[in-house]
């Protein structure tokens, strides 16, 4: 009696959402410039090409003349960029939610996400961005915190440095649509640390003939826990490294290849080492259709450190979206749809799920979601009904 009692008010609230009058946040860079979300976002916070560009440059416009006077402060000194306004946003995500077999089948999840935002251009070639979380009603954290430095010694050579997802140049897990995750980006195996979300390190990416897009990594390999007593955030002596190549497919897409490499020191001296390679590929199937794929697999020859010689644990999988959009990238509405596939030698890797997203925008900065999912792995269903504000 009180499920159906609660998805009836999940579904009154949904009606009430759907005729409300829209919001007029503004978030830090529509502010800046003046422009709508929909400048670079189709709907938030997915990228359009557009705000690909945008943020690959540090936050800027293709063209320095248009970047706004008014935004700088005039010091008299040329060699000191200071903004007038200090670029600032706030993004919050909340959900109703009914869980199949959990201990409370109904739950109101709110506040799921709680996100302070800011990035800007210090000088004409050198950016920050960063955010600090409020996740899951838990404690406050950092995520994405780095600098990037554009055409470093003048050459078409771009470097990050700092905390951030090295699965970001493939598919940016902050920006999809859908509350199922990319889960072969979190994968772990055994008891390494290894994976391809956040990490601390130096990206360098680069234009190579043919314009194939280059990006190499260098991070430390263990996540983003804090600093020993030491003063290290890396807890061995060994560097990971990574290489991603794309190509853009004439205005449909884009197709990738990615590869990394590294070990990583356990308890007791014991090693492992980790190697990924896979493809991905995104396609414009058309101006309402929008597929993408990844594929990875990784190998490990000791993920528990036991120091046991043997195969290497291997572990497949990726993932399969479909975004249409009814009225066009710029409309209200997306229907997403999202599969997930790990298969691993180590049980506890293994997932595998699907996922159906209905997202409509109340305004272009307020996106309501309605999602029914299954983890098929753990016999378990979800059904989540949730707001996305950013302003």
């Not at 609230?13 to 800046?32: D, E, N, Q, T, Y």
């Not at 800011?118 to 780095?146: C, R």
């Not at 290489?243 to 990738?256: C, S, Y």
């Not at 309402?288 to 990784?298: I, T």
Request: negative net charge; proline residues 5%; charged residues 25%.
């Amino acid at each position: 009696m009180r499920t159906a009692t609660l998805l009836r008010g999940m579904a009154a609230g949904l009606l009430v959402s759907l005729v409300s009058a829209p919001a007029h946040a503004i978030p830090a860079f529509a502010r800046k410039y003046q422009f709508s979300c929909s400048t670079c976002h189709a709907p938030i916070p997915r990228l359009k090409p557009f705000g690909e560009a945008f943020a690959a440059r540090g936050f800027r416009l293709e063209d320095p003349s248009q970047e706004p006077a008014r935004a700088v402060i005039d010091t008299g000194d040329p060699t000191l960029r200071l903004l007038r306004d200090f670029p600032f946003a706030a993004r919050i995500e909340g959900y109703a939610s009914w869980k199949q077999d959990a201990i409370a089948k109904t739950d109101v999840e709110w506040p799921w996400v709680l996100k302070f935002l800011s990035g800007s251009p210090i000088t004409d070639t050198i950016s920050y961005y960063f955010y600090g979380i409020l996740e899951k009603g838990g404690g406050f954290g950092l995520e994405d915190v780095w600098m990037q430095f554009n055409q470093v010694f003048g050459l078409p050579i771009d470097v990050t440095a700092g905390q951030f997802q090295v699965c970001d140049p493939m598919f940016k897990r902050e920006l999809r649509l859908e509350r199922f995750d990319y889960e072969i980006f979190r994968t772990h195996v055994g008891h390494a640390a290894v994976d391809l979300t956040y990490d601390r390190g130096v990206m360098i990416g680069a234009t190579l003939p043919g314009e194939i897009e280059t990006v190499g990594f260098v991070v430390n390999g263990n996540g983003i826990d804090m600093a020993d007593d030491f003063d290290n955030f890396d807890r061995d002596a060994f560097k990971n490294v990574a290489l991603r190549l794309a190509r853009a497919l004439d205005g449909r897409g884009r197709v990738g290849f990615f590869t990394y490499w590294g070990k990583e020191k356990g308890e007791g001296g014991l090693k492992n080492r980790t190697y990924y390679f896979g493809p991905d590929l995104v396609l414009d199937l058309s101006p309402r259709w929008q597929f993408s794929a990844e594929y990875l697999e990784r190998r490990d020859n000791d993920p528990w450190f036991t120091g046991a010689a043997g195969p290497d644990v291997k572990t497949r999988g990726g993932f399969a979206e479909l975004h249409f959009f009814p009225r066009g990238q710029d409309g209200p509405w997306v229907l997403s749809g999202l599969y997930n596939k790990v298969a691993s030698d180590d049980p506890l890797a293994r997932h595998e799920s699907v996922s159906l997203t209905l997202n409509h925008l109340l305004a272009r900065n307020v996106r309501l979601l309605a999602e029914v999912g299954r983890d098929v792995e753990h016999k378990a269903a979800r059904l989540s009904i949730g707001v996305v504000t950013a302003f």
